[in-house]
């Protein structure tokens, strides 16, 4: 019997061991607890149908500090990460906001 009639079997058997059929658990989104850093925005209501300039952002902005905004447009990817500080500003095609929330 030569090596390789030994060697192909057993790299076979490995390979298939190796992919047991238990898939790797995922990951569940951390849970929210009821008094978790939310990101305000419901103070910003008021900035609603205005167009999302740089002015208008660079305004939220200085009214949030170092937390994090987050303007999304049409079609643009975004990240399903969870981030309760983070300020989502929606706009439509015409450049105008839509709405604020957290994630």
Known sequence: MSPNTFIAPLALALMLAACN???????????????????????????????????????????????????????MAVTMDYRAERLNVDVDGSGTIKRFHCS
């Open 21 to 75: 059929g238990q898939a790797s658990p995922e990951k569940a989104p951390a849970p929210v607890a009821e008094n978790a850093p939310t990101c305000g925005a419901d103070q910003f209501a008021s900035y609603i149908g205005q167009q999302a300039t740089d002015a208008t952002i660079a305004a939220i902005q200085s009214k949030r500090g170092d937390a994090p905004i987050r303007v999304i447009r049409p079609g």
